[in-house]
């Protein structure tokens, strides 16, 4: 939610260093949501898993639907990770995109002006965050 985050800019036309705000656009927590919530509910479900293994082994071994139920389970929630992976990698995209520093130069009006040279300074490490869509 970028639309959220605000950040003072210079006005560099008056004497008394007034800052305006400017809000950054676009909202992409609809990935990263849906990425975490699969998250959750797989190791839910493998917790859930896990004791139908261990504390009820024999109506697991003496039923052969409850195996292919889980087996169909599993491919669910595989395939469903692998979409949720690759929506949350293009939402970092989008986000990485939106904040990066030349493109919040273009968007602030005091650095159109003529005359006046805006830097970004360090562009942000964003590290981490591509780690999390390798997971």
Known sequence: R????????PDCKSDESEASTLYL???????????VTLGVFSFLYSMAALVLYLRFHSLYTENTKLPFTDFC???CFA???LVAAAAWGKGLSDVKA?????TLISSMPVCKDEG???SAGTTPAMGLAN???VR
């Open 79 to 81: 395939f469903f990770w």
């Open 131 to 133: 780690i999390s869509v």
């Open 116 to 118: 006046v040279h805006c």
């Open 2 to 9: 970028l639309y959220q985050i605000p950040f003072g800019m």
């Open 25 to 35: 656009t676009g909202d992409f927590s609809a990935p990263a949501e849906f990425f």
């Open 73 to 75: 389970v599993t491919i």
């Open 98 to 102: 939106a904040t990066h520093p030349s």
